[in-house]
């Protein structure tokens, strides 16, 4: 019998009102509890995972351990719980209809209709149900995707009405995420788009437990009443969610307005413990109280949208609390930056960061910006892409290999210091076909990223075709680059770095996916550090 409790969280009015970070926030919260909690989020899409879409879709693409490609809310979900999510955390409309088209082909529907129910709805039910399998979980939290009423959700919502059913009383439990939009003209809050939702969802047969109201302004009692009474859920069951200065506030609005409380009542679980959230409120603390300020560039070529870099953005502002400053993070288009113009639009940073990515627009952007970092001491650290860069910029620069390049941007450069992986020349399918997930990097322990990470044998998460072309090692390595991480089993080139710099880090793995408010990420507290003690302000 299953004893995990289910909490399904879905959205009305408007896309973009925060279900992750209500979902993340539930879950730190019940977490804090003692209690052991996942979340998972359904993608109404029919791509079979996010890798294929382009960042001004959704936003960037997040890589579980696993090496699942997977929705950025997913990002928020881990660096909330610090605690790892895999394939099994995301499922799309793509997935579902893949798993049901393949069970046909091998005959498993025994010469049945495939339909969308029950088929599809039974396959989206074992996939939120697999996480509750083995008791690992006490509570798996499922925010679906998309707005209530959307056609294309509609198979998610009947799934989940069909499982309230199934686990039986106090084992699920449904909130809404709605809006309650402010009408400047006339001074007021208004339900009523919050009611229509609410109805939406009853039509499909599911009945909200608890309406989570994002607003501008405080929700009055008689607003909290009057939504009570037409969408009915109990007084206290109406939980305001204003707008907050930082995602990480949220889970202590939430706990404030009961949202824990109220859950744990309807899904009949002791409560008698308090939220510890001791950790949590330190670096807060730490972030909100900084002691002085840096300022990074950032050289991306998705920067006109913020969520394109989430998790690198998240990283500095746990890397910022770490070392008690703030961080602005000033975005700069690769495009935008020449060597003629690089100087004015980079010389007064205090850091630079070039940003992972694909493909040839921008690079010679980044390239300036590399070379700027390297021969003015600014402390750099290029992530993937930015890696590749880095060594190609060397290989031009320094080592002299004039057209040196990587093969993804020119295939005929006389010298491929950065080239398609052999394990990826055969490949021909897009999705999922990357170098993705965890891998293992050995550490120079006499190193600058040595000194950094607490051991030298670590893992980090991957998503990339291309690599160091050892070829070249030697002539680069003798010009003064050294290679401070590879992989031990294959050689692989993971980490380089300037050492008569005062910090130049090249990794070709992606930090930002791993760094936690519990755990911010080695590399990011060492880069931030730096940037202070080198910077103006610190002066
Ligand atoms: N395009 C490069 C590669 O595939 C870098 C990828 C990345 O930055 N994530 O190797």
Not at 362 to 383: C, D, M, Q, W
Not at 519 to 526: C, D, E, R, S, T
Request: overall charge negative.
């Amino acid at each position: 019998m299953d004893s995990t409790k289910y909490i399904f969280v879905t959205g009305g009015v408007s896309s973009s009102l925060g279900k992750g970070i209500i979902a993340a926030s539930l879950a730190k919260l019940l977490q804090a509890r003692g209690f052991a909690v996942t979340i998972q989020k359904l993608d109404p899409y029919i791509n079979v995972d996010p890798g294929t879409l382009n960042p001004y879709e959704h936003g960037e693409c997040y890589v579980t351990d696993d090496g699942a490609e997977t929705d950025l809310d997913l990002g928020h979900y881990e660096r909330f719980l610090n605690h790892p999510t895999s394939q099994a955390n995301n499922v799309t409309t793509g997935r579902i209809y893949q798993s049901v088209i393949e069970k046909e082909r091998r005959g498993e529907f025994l010469g049945k209709t495939v339909q969308v129910i029950p088929h599809i709805t039974n396959e989206i039910k074992e996939r939120i149900q697999h996480l509750g399998q083995d008791g690992r979980y006490d509570i798996v939290i499922t925010e679906i995707g998309g707005t209530v009423g959307d056609i294309e959700s509609l198979p998610y919502i009947e799934a989940v009405r069909q499982l309230k059913w199934e686990l039986g009383r106090h084992n699920s439990l449904f909130i809404h995420l709605t809006l309650i939009p402010y009408l400047a003209a006339a001074g007021e809050l208004k339900t009523k788009p919050t009611q229509h939702s609410v109805k939406t969802l009853m039509e499909s047969g599911i009945q909200a437990d608890v309406l989570v109201c994002r607003t501008e302004h405080e929700l009055s009692d008689d607003l909290r009443t009057k939504l009570a009474l037409f969408c009915n859920v109990e007084k206290e069951a109406v939980i305001q969610s204003i707008d907050a200065k930082t995602i990480y506030d949220v889970p202590n609005l939430m706990l404030g307005e009961g949202l824990d409380e109220i859950a744990l009542k309807k899904l009949d679980l002791k409560k008698d413990q308090k939220p510890d959230l001791v950790q949590w409120n330190e670096f807060l603390s730490r972030h909100k109280n900084p002691k002085g300020s840096v300022t990074i560039g950032l050289i991306g070529k998705y920067v006109e949208l913020q969520d394109s870099y989430k998790s690198i953005l998240e990283s500095f502002i746990h890397a910022g609390a770490a070392n008690e400053v703030s961080v602005s993070v000033i975005s700069i288009h690769s495009e935008h930056l020449t060597a003629e113009n690089v100087a004015s639009e980079v010389g007064h940073l205090d850091g630079l960061l070039v940003a992972p990515g694909f493909g040839e627009r921008g690079i010679e952007g980044k390239i300036s910006a590399v070379a700027y970092a390297r021969t003015h001491n600014i402390p750099f650290l290029g992530i993937c892409l930015g890696m590749q860069m880095a060594v190609i910029e060397y290989a031009r620069n320094v080592v002299g290999l004039d057209g040196a390049n990587s093969t993804e941007m020119d295939v005929d450069t006389p010298h491929p210091v950065i080239d398609l992986m052999e394990a990826q020349k055969t490949i021909k399918d897009k999705g999922g076909t990357m170098r993705l997930g965890s891998w293992a990097c050995s550490v120079v322990p006499d190193s600058n990223v040595g000194s950094i990470y607490p051991t030298t044998q670590i893992q980090e998460r991957h998503r990339h075709r291309y690599e160091f072309n050892d070829d070249y090692r030697s002539k680069i390595e003798a010009a003064g680059m050294r290679i401070t991480g590879v992989n031990p089993d294959t050689g692989l080139v993971e980490i380089v770095e300037i050492p008569n710099h005062p910090w130049f880090v090249g990794v070709q793995y992606h930090p930002e996916y791993k760094s936690t408010v519990a755990n911010p990420h080695p590399l990011f507290v060492g880069f931030v550090g730096k940037a202070f003690e080198l910077s103006k302000n610190n002066k």
